[in-house]
């Protein structure tokens, strides 16, 4: 005796070998021997074979007319035998009632399984609209199946053209449009990024870096609305000084400038004279809110994003030649040593006399320039004066981190400004604590510190960059963070560091002008009236937007610097490149700021110069491979920051001091204080 039975929802037939009380033991044609329940059996036959009789049933499953049987079923409930009768008009044999088995299991949207062998015809609504359905989704794969044959022939789909960035970034996969791309990917052996770039759906390997980072930050795109720019108030007084700004030539935000007055008593009073927004814009208006909703302005070669409307950028950036709504600090100096004998913060109207720009006096003033009064360059005797009181900075600093038991830093490491134009990059190597870098650095230093202990002082909240150990006690790696109290910054060597000298760029610090202001105008009763009180809960959380918002931007300008590193490969048709062993297999390029991983590579110490060939480079991840040609002996400037043998922190300047050093908008390396390899920083002060 055979049976035909169901087993874990499939068909299956076999030989009873013996039974048992409810069970059979059961050979099936391939051999394997399993034990069949009474209840599962739909079908008890002598002929044919078991094997036969599958195949003959697969064959009448497939020859019935689902259309008909589903009419002749009716709307009753019905075993698969009874039905058999009516549809092939006599009691159906073995094959044929198996067949009607296979057939009526199959079709599930006809008929509803309703227990073994029983089955209930669908109701003719339920069943029209499934056949609609299944219907629609034929058409669909026709039209999906277009669409990857227009992909694999190299054209983009016109359904596809407007759902590029959504495709690639934020796909619903469950679109035909998004299976069509991957199955066209998959088929041609590619990505479906390169099969975008292929079918011009991206124009260009930049340009899938760049969409990527607008349609994850700027979905909206990277324009303002139309805005009202809320002009400075008109009754500042007017300060009795010529200020001159140092920045990069590609700067519009000037945030900073510089002056310095010669006092009868033979005191020197500098002033360092910061754009003011703050005295037009409040919290919570119109111009707070899109510069909250950015956080910062987003740098990169050849282009940025910034921060506020370039309308509101126009109006508060010091412009030479224009009377600038400032936040002025003055220091008074002696300059028989230096020292500071007083600080003064107010708001009023600076004259700007000059912009200076690093790209004209970079070759005029150095440090030899300045120690002989060789030359001849605008502000030449300020900037004499500013370069001395520097050094005074820089090495009190030096004394406070050796306090803190930190190394003095280093200065001899290049920076990198990157500068595009018609697709055109163009890096430049600048060493950093070059003496214009150095002034900007130390006075922005200078300020941020004077201003975090201003507020402080006055029992205000601020932001403020913290430097020190993290977890893990004196040992452990000092670490950045930002917090809304005064603490040290261990690695720029100063007790409490306020981030307050870019506020055209950086939230943050248009957030402590605001505070800055009130301890300026109001003074002890500043806490009552500044915009943000102790344990302000929105202070909180604009420390964590701003520091989520950042490291984002960071990373973003990381990769587009690499992409641009790329490209200068290609544009020089470099073949073979020095390059400088930073740890273990991590190197970075002589030339260039790129930074690679050579697996592999042979045992080399740190700051050995290696020459290297160039075997391909990808501008879509970023990628690039080399092989190894021979190791030198590392340059007597090797241009590195190691750490000491006992993993002490070596950071170069830190990593404030770079972005306080490049005012430029171009772009500054510094060291990683985890990895201790060269990555790109922002270029911000």
Avoid at 80 to 98: S, T
Avoid at 219 to 245: E, N, Y
């Amino acid at each position: 005796m055979n049976l035909f039975f169901e087993e874990s929802g499939d068909f299956k037939v076999g030989t009873v070998l013996s039974q048992a009380g409810e069970a059979y033991q059961v050979e099936m044609p391939s051999g394997k021997r399993t034990k069949v329940k009474t209840r599962d059996v739909l079908l008890q036959f002598d002929k044919p074979d078991p094997a036969t009789l599958l195949e003959q049933a697969k064959a009448v499953a497939l020859e019935v007319d689902l259309e008909f049987l589903w009419e002749v079923a009716g709307q009753d409930e019905f075993g698969f035998a009874e039905l058999g009768a009516e549809y092939f008009g006599h009691a159906p044999l073995p094959f044929e009632a198996a067949g009607l088995v296979l057939a009526l299991h199959n079709a599930p949207i006809y008929f509803y399984k309703k227990g073994r062998g029983r089955y209930k015809a669908a109701p003719e609504q339920s069943l029209r609209a499934a056949l609609a359905g299944i219907e629609k989704k034929k058409q669909l794969a026709i039209v999906q199946a277009g669409y990857v044959e227009e992909l694999k022939a190299g054209k983009l789909p016109d359904a596809l053209r407007p759902l590029v960035q959504q495709l690639l970034f934020k796909p619903d996969k469950n679109s035909i449009e998004y299976k069509a791309l991957e199955t066209a990917a998959e088929e041609l052996h590619t990505t479906q990024a390169r099969l975008m770039l292929t079918t011009k759906g991206i124009g260009s390997a930049k340009d899938l870096h760049l969409g990527r980072f607008l349609f994850e930050h700027f979905p909206r795109g990277a324009g303002f609305p139309p805005v009202d720019v809320p002009p400075a108030p008109t009754s500042l007084p007017l300060a009795k000084v010529a200020a001159f700004s140092i920045d990069d030539v590609t700067t519009t935000e000037i945030d900073d400038a510089f002056s310095v007055q010669m006092l009868d008593d033979g005191l020197i009073r500098v002033g360092i004279h910061i754009a003011a927004p703050g005295l037009g814009i409040r919290p919570d208006d119109a111009i707070d809110k899109l510069a909250r909703a950015r956080m910062s302005t987003v740098y990169m070669p050849g282009d940025k994003i910034t921060m506020m409307p370039d309308e509101v950028v126009a109006e508060y950036t010091l412009a030479e030649g224009k009377d600038c709504p400032a936040l002025s600090l003055y220091a008074t100096l002696n300059p028989e040593n230096w020292s500071v004998l007083s600080t003064e913060t107010r708001a009023e109207r600076v004259p700007i006399k000059n912009n200076l720009r690093h790209n004209d006096l970079d070759e005029l003033v150095n440090e030899q320039t300045l120690e002989t009064g060789e030359g001849d360059y605008p502000h030449k005797t300020e900037l004499g004066l500013l370069w001395k009181w520097a050094l005074q900075l820089e090495a009190g600093r030096m004394k406070k981190r050796e306090a803190f038991g930190l190394k003095p830093e280093q200065a001899n490491r290049v920076d990198f400004n990157f500068y595009v134009e018609d697709e055109v990059v163009t890096i430049v190597r600048r060493k950093r604590g070059a003496p214009l870098d150095k002034i900007v650095a130390e006075l922005m230093i200078f300020a941020n510190s004077t201003w975090g202990k201003l507020l402080h002082d006055s029992g205000v909240p601020g932001i403020y960059r913290s430097q020190g150990p993290g977890a893990g006690g004196w040992n452990a790696k000092i670490q950045v963070r930002m917090v809304t109290h005064a603490a040290p910054h261990q690695g720029l060597g100063v007790d409490q560091y306020a981030w307050s000298t870019s506020p055209l760029r950086r939230y943050t610090d248009l957030v402590n002008q605001w505070q800055i202001l009130a301890c300026a105008e109001h003074g002890v009763t500043a806490p009552l009236v500044a915009p943000f009180k102790p344990r302000d809960a929105t202070l909180f959380s604009i420390v964590s937007a701003f520091d989520a918002a950042y490291a984002s931007y960071n990373e973003f300008q990381q990769n587009m610097e690499r992409y641009w590193c790329l490209r200068w490969l290609g544009q020089e048709n470099a073949k073979q490149v020095d390059a400088v062993v930073l740890k273990d297999e991590v190197l970075r390029l002589v030339e260039i700021p790129l930074v690679i991983r050579l697996p592999g590579m042979q045992q080399a110490p740190r700051g050995a110069q290696v020459r290297m060939d160039i075997v391909r480079w990808d501008e879509v991840d970023l990628s690039l491979e080399a092989r190894l040609l021979e190791v030198a002996e590392a340059a007597p400037d090797t241009e590195l920051e190691l750490e000491d043998e006992d993993g002490a922190e070596a950071e170069n300047a830190s990593e404030a001091v770079a972005e306080e050093a490049v005012e430029a908008e171009g772009s500054v390396t510094v060291t990683d204080p985890e990895t201790q390899t060269d990555v790109p920083a922002s270029p911000a002060a």
